[in-house]
């Protein structure tokens, strides 16, 4: 136990590090900046069209609609961390951090449209069927004497895009609503393992379909899942109507004061909340480009416009949903709550009959359809590693590793998740810093055809 105790602290403290410094903050924030000024906003402009580009019908079998893969980066980053994740951001930064997720969030769509164009752009073709990444990209863009640093990114990608956290949280809000202590066998352990083995039992059913099942119950799950999700914070927000607009105007004005929890500066109220959108949106991380890298469409270009569409429900919509919540309902008031336990709290104040279950309900969609996207990325990165016919092997270690994030704790999950995103960041932000003209000279063929 002390080797696991000491690995433990190791990868606490390495994550706390590495997002508390200013370096990766940084690359993520000023790369988000330097491509809206080399781009001029534009894919912003153009960001209504992309819903137009996702209602196109194609009935190929190359691999994934634009609609599917959009749905698939939706239902793999509108998760947990939009509610447990917000509420995390709120008790450590207060609400001010919320509009550092707002900030990062509108960079992070124009990080996104360049790093989706050019996984379209290198990806290669496997079986009829197309592969790419940050990993291609470093490899077909960059050169081989880049591939190091592809080969870190992969590793930290089966260990970041795990499903720890979300099986983390599904235990957790099982047992606040329903186990409420009287655990199983009258031990938390095996009675958070036995809710891990019925996770891993739902999820293999799925994931051992593959990516093409993987998109069809996606694109059926994500748009469900936060539509019933807006209408129930819509319904909190209707009985606390009086607190809304108050609670708007204290994210903006609380984000410029020395409220955080953690450093008492503005300063640390951004990393929070660059920390915490990076986890939600996962914009400049290098995910997205995985999923997009697999859709039918022939241009870069397009399924770069596509893919804005991510951190824009993710966090300008369902994140800010969350916070109001949380808000409005004074809940973030009450140190006795966080993560989870602060939104349930929300819910049960404002609905005390049924409002646990419905957050239940949410969670576990929530969390469910996240994991049936998570273990694509994953396999994508162990086929770079080991040969594509060592990909579906991940499956296997996917599988196991939601028992392990079942019986961990909160603070070492997020942690894990934390510091390998952070790693992941620089490979996938350089080599697009790096290739940005070459996105930059299709894009400008494409917006004047669009015109």
């Known amino acids: 136990m002390d080797l696991v105790t000491s690995l433990s602290n190791l990868i606490i403290s390495s994550a706390d590090f590495l997002w508390n410094g200013p370096i990766l903050i940084s690359l993520l924030i000023g790369g988000g900046i330097y491509f809206s000024v080399r781009s001029r906003l534009t894919p912003l402009f153009y960001f209504k069209h992309s819903f137009k580009l996702i209602s196109k019908k194609d009935n190929s079998q190359k691999g994934l609609s634009s609609f599917e893969s959009a749905s698939s980066q939706i239902a793999g980053i509108v998760g947990m961390g939009n509610i447990s994740g917000v509420a995390i951001a709120i008790s450590l930064g207060g609400p001010g951090a919320i509009f550092w997720m707002w900030i990062t969030a509108l960079f992070g769509m124009v990080t996104k449209f360049y790093t989706c164009s050019l996984a379209v752009l290198y990806r290669k073709k496997v079986d009829n069927k197309f592969y790419g990444g940050p990993m291609i990209v470093i490899s077909k863009g960059l050169g081989r004497k880049w591939k190091p640093m592809a080969i870190i990114f992969c590793f930290f990608g089966m260990l970041g895009v795990s499903p720890i956290f979300q099986s983390n949280q599904i235990v957790e809000v099982v047992n606040a609503v329903i186990i409420k202590e009287n655990f199983l066998f009258d031990d938390k352990f095996y009675n958070d393992l036995i809710i891990g083995v019925f996770i891993v039992i739902l ?225 996938t932000l350089i080599s697009a810093l790096i290739l940005a003209p070459k996105v930059d000279k299709m894009a400008k063929d494409y917006f004047k055809k669009l015109n």
């Open 203 to 427: 999820v293999s059913s799925v994931i051992l379909g593959g990516i093409k099942r993987i998109g069809k119950v996606a694109s059926k799950i994500a748009p469900i899942m936060v539509l019933v999700y807006m209408v129930m914070v819509f319904y909190i927000m209707v009985i606390h109507y009086d607190m809304v607009l108050p609670s708007l105007i204290l994210i903006v004005t609380d984000a410029f004061t020395a409220n955080s929890v953690l450093g008492g500066s503005i300063g640390s109220i951004i990393l929070i909340g660059a920390r915490r959108a990076s986890f939600s949106n996962e914009a400049g991380i290098g995910t997205a480009p995985i999923i997009h890298a697999s859709s039918k469409t022939e241009n870069p270009i397009e399924e770069g416009i596509v893919s804005m569409i991510g951190p824009f429900v993710d966090t300008i919509i369902v994140c800010t949903l969350t916070a109001l919540c949380v808000l409005v309902t004074d809940s973030w008031t009450n140190y006795n709550y966080a993560g989870i336990e602060m939104v349930n709290y929300a819910f049960s104040s404002s609905m005390p009959s049924f409002g646990p279950y419905v957050l239940l309900f949410t969670t576990l969609t929530f969390a469910i359809s996240t994991l049936f996207s998570l273990s694509f990325f994953g396999e994508r990165c162990t086929a770079f590693l080991f040969g594509e016919k060592h990909g579906p092997h991940y499956r296997v270690l996917y599988l196991i590793l939601i028992l392990i994030g079942s019986v961990s704790s909160l603070k070492f999950v997020i942690s894990l998740i934390d510091l390998s995103y952070g790693i992941m960041a620089f490979p």
